[in-house]
């Protein structure tokens, strides 16, 4: 572990970097930056060294800094929640990974970039969501096995973001067997009823600040207290390994896709376990019960964040044919 001041000295600047997150290119140049703001600095070695530094960190530092992707600031926001520090910690990202997506959500553009902002940008205080208690900031997918996960490449990260591993998943698995679920959503705040979808899926997705089309960084609003669902039905899967058929399939013109807002949901199997990535971070369950926790994560955002993507006007509600 990297330490800028000795272990016993605590710091009310604290920034865990993932050194393998990425390309790997990130190291010297996050911990000159970080020295720079007056970061002590965590470096991760092996798998839940991110949480377990966030949550010893938590108790005294006002500011924790996550420097790697996704699963990165996961487990940052995880280990603080497990130090039950979430209303008096504030949590910066600096965007290290090879998606980087909910950076781009927030408008962190690179590593210096994300500096500026830790010392002149805005705070806002954002929704974070629950998936059997465990915290999630970005998104929650189910379908996508760890295989595929694992074996995605940087580049097609790059390119599609989280459509990335639905795309290799039928190259990876081939013919994909879809999940026979059942999904119950919760009644939202403006006019979305409580609602139960049943049959077979190919993947079931979640936003919290990402919304599911085809656009690689695409913005949900991340403090209305509501979660985005997408279900992908089960349909003819041929050609859905191209990136253009896949942006097809998550426009919003699909027929193959069902989406609801809802503050809470439940999703059971009717047969045996599926895999979800929380932000990336793999959880394998029958039942998954998810919620959302209204303005509890206050981070600095860029100039280019809006609150309110869709500036008043809701993002349309679409519903397969039949449901």
């Not at 694992?150 to 795309?167: D, F, H, P, Q």
């Not at 029958?286 to 959302?292: G, N, S, W």
Request: aromatic residues 4%.
């Amino acid at each position: 572990m990297h330490c800028s001041m000795s272990s016993d000295e605590a710091s009310d600047r604290v920034l865990v970097l993932n050194p393998v997150s990425g390309s790997g290119e990130h190291v010297d140049d996050v911990v000159e930056l970080a020295g720079g703001h007056g970061f002590e600095i965590r470096k991760t070695e092996e798998a839940g060294d991110a949480t377990r530094f966030a949550r010893d960190a938590a108790p005294d530092a006002n500011l924790i800094a996550a420097a790697g992707g996704d699963g990165t600031l996961n487990a940052v926001v995880n280990g603080i929640a497990a130090a039950n520090a979430l209303e008096t910690t504030t949590v910066a990202v600096v965007p290290a990974g090879t998606g980087n997506n909910f950076a781009a959500n927030i408008d962190i553009r690179g590593l210096e970039h994300a500096f500026t902002v830790i010392e002149d940008g805005r705070r806002r205080t954002i929704d974070i969501a629950t998936a059997n208690d465990r915290v999630f900031v970005n998104s929650c997918v189910g379908g996508i096995t760890a295989e595929a996960s694992s074996e995605t490449t940087t580049e097609s990260k790059a390119e599609l973001g989280v459509l990335a591993y639905v795309k290799n998943t039928f190259e990876t698995v081939g013919e994909f067997d879809s999940l026979p679920l059942r999904v119950e959503t919760a009644a939202g705040p403006n006019g979305e009823t409580a609602q139960a979808w049943e049959g077979e899926a190919l993947f079931v997705l979640i936003g919290n600040c990402r919304r599911f089309t085809g656009a690689r960084t695409a913005q949900a609003n991340v403090e209305d207290g509501l979660l985005e669902v997408t279900i992908v039905e089960d349909a003819a899967t041929t050609n859905l390994v191209s990136g253009a058929a896949l942006e097809g399939l998550f426009g919003r013109d699909s027929t193959h896709i069902v989406r609801r807002r809802t503050p809470s949901l439940a999703i059971e199997s009717r047969e045996d376990s599926v895999e979800y990535s929380l932000d990336g971070e793999m959880l394998k369950t029958e039942t998954l019960h998810l919620e959302t926790k209204s303005e509890t994560l206050t981070i600095p955002v860029g100039d280019g964040y809006q609150p309110d993507p869709d500036e008043g006007e809701l993002w349309p509600l679409e519903t397969s044919a039949g449901q």
